[in-house]
């Protein structure tokens, strides 16, 4: 299958998920990277990885429309079956979303429907919770709302600093992510097969 990845910052999902595919030796090929922001580390990582990547910005269009449709045409182009977002700081519009229903996933760094939005897991550790995680689901036409695919549960220590929980979610999304993506991708092939038989 091939995928595409959309980043907006560090990358490092986007790092685990190809290191992942390579190590293993999946048959499923990262075919491009798209980043909206120009000077985003996760374009160093795309081209370490040899993944084709491409960036723009929805300021260099004049709508959201346009802008999706450009992705859209490379996407096409590309042949992309499945779009894995890591990161990416905007909300998918319709454009995307009905050109490709239930093949956009996403991870999102609490457990929703707890603390959505940008900062889950700030907003997790002020709120004093004593469990907070990860969760990976499809995207729809909400903000972190799409139906659920896994979640993770992290504990929050007393002895946890905002710092030390963040590095505990993001080593468990590397974990996570690529092998829910690898499962996510054989039950789709399974169900296409038997759409075929
Ligand atoms: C991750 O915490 C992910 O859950 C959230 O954005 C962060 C991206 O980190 N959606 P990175 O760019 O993959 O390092």
Redesign the pocket.
Known sequence: MKIAVF?S??????QALVDYFRENKLPDTFEWLFCDQPNAF?LERAEKLHVPFHFFSPKEFSSKREYEEKILEILVEKEIELIV???YMRIIGPTLLNAYESRII????SLLPDFPGLH??RDAFAAEVKETG?TIHYIDKGIDTGPIIHQETIEITKEDTLDSLEAK??QI?HQTYPKIIEAVIKEMQKVEEEKND
Do not use: M, T, Y
């Open positions: 980043a910052g560090n990358g490092s999902n986007f996760v977002l890591a990161g996403n991870i999102h760094p889950g897991i990860i979610i993001h999304e």
